[in-house]
């Protein structure tokens, strides 16, 4: 046991960033993907080394950022982003395995309730993609914005970091886990093809998404739940996730991040906003998944800032104070 106590203390103090609980959930993750892939069958193709030592060369390297510039006031900020990416890169990937594993169980389809809360709201998907193809340049600008998102994760861990901003940096990485993994559940419970696949409108007549907006996902998602796909390629995985949507999930996360900087909050507004409407179109999404999206963000900010709130309460209270309220 003292064994365990002092190597999560030399991982505390080496790996500031993120939170203590981020790095049980990384390993939480891990040994479910690795348990589940046995169990079910599945392997990683020939192809994903190079990929994997791609990674792993690169987390090689920011290991060896924070462990140089540990205890060093200088490199404080190289040191909050290298820990932080650290964690960001193996999480990112267990997760893409584990969204897949998830979406093997193969529930029972839910895009009729889907598209049905979308139209008790009045929302018409089908309206919206045809708004954007009209007005052709806000719809390549969305569609361009859409893939901006995890470049735009990624400059945000680096700006908080090196304007030493290391308790956003934090914020932002346990909201980025905690909401990753509730999204991930989620779509294990309630699967969706997503209102493309459901309402199956041709794309020839709308210029303004891909080829492939909102269905790039669909051949592994469908052979997954078929039970024929087995075989991880870390170069041709996608993002399958469909109910609730993490873009949009993250679109909010990054605005949430910068609101102490009001400049970048008003561009993030913007930007994000904007992000939020090609979820819809070039993401393909229901506009229920951006509303479970945002509400699993909004809890997830909450629960951090009460547990947050709760353990700073704790370490500054004195102790003869706190039994003097007994009396």
Not at 105 to 110: E, K, T
Not at 269 to 288: Q, S, W
Request: hydrophobic share 55%; proline share 4%; aromatic share 12%.
């Amino acid at each position: 046991m003292s064994n365990i106590r002092h190597i999560a203390r030399w991982i505390s103090s080496t790996f500031p960033q993120p939170s203590p609980f981020a790095w049980v959930a990384l390993a939480a993750v891990l040994a479910i993907d690795l348990v589940w892939s046995i169990w079910g069958g599945f392997h990683v193709s020939v192809g994903s080394i190079k990929n994997l030592s791609l990674a792993a060369f690169a987390m090689s390297m920011l290991v060896g950022f924070t462990i140089y510039g540990r205890g060093r006031d200088d490199l404080e900020a190289l040191v909050a982003w290298a820990s932080a990416t650290l964690f960001v890169i193996p999480f990112s990937i267990a997760c893409v395995v584990l969204c897949y594993l998830a979406a093997s169980v193969g529930l029972p389809l839910v895009d009729a309730r889907l598209a049905a809360f979308d139209q008790t709201l009045g929302f018409n998907w089908i309206g919206l993609l045809e708004f954007v193809n009209v007005h052709s340049d806000f719809g390549r600008l969305t569609t361009a914005i859409y893939y901006a998102a995890f470049p735009e994760f990624a400059l945000l861990i680096l700006f908080l970091a090196f304007t030493r901003r290391t308790d956003e940096v934090r914020e932002l990485v346990d909201i980025y886990w905690s909401t990753l993994l509730l999204t991930i559940v989620l779509s294990a419970l309630y699967p969706a093809l997503g209102p493309i696949g459901f309402y199956a409108p041709s794309l020839d007549g709308f210029q303004t998404v891909t080829a492939t907006a909102g269905t790039v996902h669909l051949p592994h998602y469908l052979a997954l739940r078929a039970g024929t796909y087995d075989t991880f390629d870390f170069g041709a995985m996608q993002g399958i996730i469909e109910f609730p949507s993490f873009h949009a999930a993250l679109a909010l996360m990054m605005t949430w991040s910068v609101r102490r900087s009001p400049r970048l909050l008003a561009v993030g507004l913007v930007f994000n906003g904007l992000m939020l409407i090609a979820t819809l179109t070039e993401g393909g999404h229901y506009l229920a998944d951006v509303v479970a999206g945002s509400l699993l963000v909004a809890a997830a900010i909450s629960v951090r800032h009460y547990l947050t709130r709760a353990k700073r309460m704790t370490e500054t209270t004195n102790p003869l104070q706190a039994l003097r309220g007994f009396d």
